[in-house]
């Protein structure tokens, strides 16, 4: 599988570029907010330091052409309001994970499933990835909102939990291949 990396993509209200040092303060908002890590299943930045650290560690993986981690940026407002990323990828089968997290005061404009469906026509468009993959925990029902909404439809289990010799577990799962994004796309124009 060739890798393509962390290339900027623009969708109608959001630019999803690589993360920059400027980001901290934006990151530290999300990163730092309990609120966003629990439902995001990651842990609490709560430092500034920490989440320095944090943003140190994403900058410095864009030299692995295999990550695929992009800050959210508003257009409006210019601010870092989140990130999405492939948190897992499985060169093997041509498959990617993706997770994403949206900064707390931009909840409910749709940003969350803006960014999700660039990614998807980002990646299907210019990579040769073959399935994308995300889950979420039953209970975490802002998440499911999105996937509901997304190109994405319920799959009975995804990778991760494949290989791991699971089914899903209080989690749901969607998926799409590249191969119903072009025919959704095919009768988009017909």
Same mark, same amino acid.
């Given at each position: 599988? =060739?890798?393509?990396?962390? !290339?900027?993509?623009?969708?109608?209200?959001?630019?999803?570029?690589?993360?920059?040092?400027?980001?901290? @303060?934006?990151?530290?908002?999300?990163?730092? /907010?309990?609120?966003?890590?629990?439902?995001?299943?990651?842990?609490?930045?709560?430092? &500034?330091?920490?989440?320095?650290?944090?943003?140190?560690?994403?900058?410095?993986?864009?030299?692995?052409?295999?990550?695929?981690?992009? @800050?959210?940026?508003?257009?409006?407002?210019?601010?870092?309001?989140?990130? &999405? +990323?492939?948190?897992? !990828?499985?060169?093997?089968?041509?498959?990617?994970?993706?997770?994403?997290?949206?900064?707390?005061?931009?909840?409910?404009?749709?940003?969350?499933?803006?960014?999700?469906?660039?990614? &998807?026509?980002?990646?299907?468009?210019?990579? /040769?990835?073959?399935?994308?993959? @995300?889950?979420?925990? @039953?209970?975490?029902? =802002?998440?499911?909102? !999105?996937?509901?909404?997304?190109?994405?439809? &319920?799959?009975?289990? !995804?990778?991760?939990? =494949?290989?791991?010799?699971?089914?899903? +577990?209080?989690?749901?799962?969607?998926?799409?291949?590249?191969?119903?994004?072009?025919?959704?796309?095919?009768?988009?124009?017909?």
């Amino acid at each position: 599988m =060739k890798h393509t990396g962390t !290339v900027t993509f623009e969708t109608e209200r959001l630019i999803c570029r690589r993360f920059l040092p400027g980001d901290l @303060a934006d990151v530290h908002s999300w990163a730092g /907010d309990p609120q966003i890590q629990t439902e995001y299943g990651e842990p609490v930045y709560s430092s &500034i330091e920490e989440a320095r650290n944090l943003l140190e560690k994403y900058i410095n993986s864009y030299s692995n052409p295999a990550v695929y981690r992009w @800050a959210i940026i508003e257009k409006q407002s210019c601010r870092n309001i989140g990130q &999405i +990323a492939l948190c897992k !990828v499985y060169p093997d089968c041509a498959t990617g994970e993706i997770e994403y997290c949206i900064s707390r005061q931009f909840w409910g404009k749709g940003y969350a499933g803006e960014s999700l469906a660039g990614l &998807i026509a980002h990646l299907f468009s210019n990579s /040769d990835f073959e399935k994308l993959e @995300a889950f979420h925990r @039953a209970e975490n029902h =802002k998440s499911g909102r !999105v996937l509901q909404k997304s190109p994405m439809h &319920i799959t009975e289990n !995804v990778e991760r939990f =494949k290989r791991l010799g699971k089914t899903a +577990a209080g989690e749901v799962c969607y998926c799409i291949t590249a191969e119903d994004f072009k025919r959704a796309n095919i009768c988009k124009k017909n």
